[in-house]
Every structure is written in C-alpha cells, then in structure tokens.
C-alpha cells in the first residue's frame, strides 16, 4: 500500500483533574499532528497532493483546535475553566472524553475519516511522546 504523511502543528491547552501527575494542573502543548492517507491515484501518480491534504487536516482540525482550550465536557471543572474563558471570547473546544493524547488521536482520526482514507494519526505532546490510533 502507498501512503503519504503530512505534518502540522497546533497549541492547545488542557487539564486531566484526575491525574496524579503534574497534568492535573492547567497546562498547553505544542502538539504535532502527523496523519498518514492512502488514496487512490489522482491520476498524475500521486495519493493525494500535499496541498489538499494540509487544507482538509486545516479545515477539520487546526482551524477548531489551535489556540483553544479542550476539555471534557462531562467534568464540571472543565466546565467551569471553560465558561470562564468563554466569558472573555477565548476559543473553547468541548469534546465528550477525557482529553488525554490517546483520546485526541482516536478522535482526530475519526473526524478526518470521512474526509479522507486515513491510515494514521500520530499525535505528540512533546518530541519524544506520542499517541498513535490507525485503522489496523
């Protein structure tokens, strides 16, 4: 199978209140965003041109995630933090799970599936910690 992979970036901020670790505390990550497709050939040899893929990933995810508080919506102090932030017009992103990498890879992978064949999605924290979901 031939796939292609592009990379991006996005900052976001989050909070796992019941974490033992540091994480419990209100935090923001410099996330890498690597999803890998494979499509059939557009007719000039190519899976997809790199152009349309960073335009769908963009649109899907960068546009709801960047810059943005996510949390859970179903943890009231998430809630809260939001309503604060939400009161000062700062971006909010409400999803219904605990916004661990793992959490947010799985998600990301299934909002960008009805876009595009995705294959993988790798999502990092930091350079040397990742999250990975894929269609295997």
Do not use: W
Not at 42 to 70: C, P, Q, W, Y
Not at 74 to 94: F, G, Q, W
């Amino acid at each position: 199978m031939l796939t292609v992979s592009k990379e991006c970036h996005f900052d976001a901020a989050h909070v796992l209140p019941d974490h033992q670790g540091q994480c419990k505390n209100l935090h923001g990550h410099t996330y890498r965003l690597i999803v890998e497709v494979a499509e059939g050939h557009d007719g000039n040899d190519m899976v997809i041109d790199f152009k349309d893929l960073k335009r769908i990933v963009g649109e899907v995810i960068l546009s709801r995630f960047d810059h943005a508080f996510i949390y859970d919506q179903n943890n009231e102090m998430e809630r809260d933090i939001a309503a604060t932030l939400t009161k000062y017009s700062l971006r909010c992103v409400a999803l219904p799970f605990k916004t661990t990498a793992e959490n947010l890879a799985r998600y990301i992978f299934q909002e960008l599936k009805p876009h595009l064949q995705v294959q993988s999605v790798y999502l990092y924290e930091t350079p040397e910690s990742y999250a990975r979901y894929s269609a295997e």
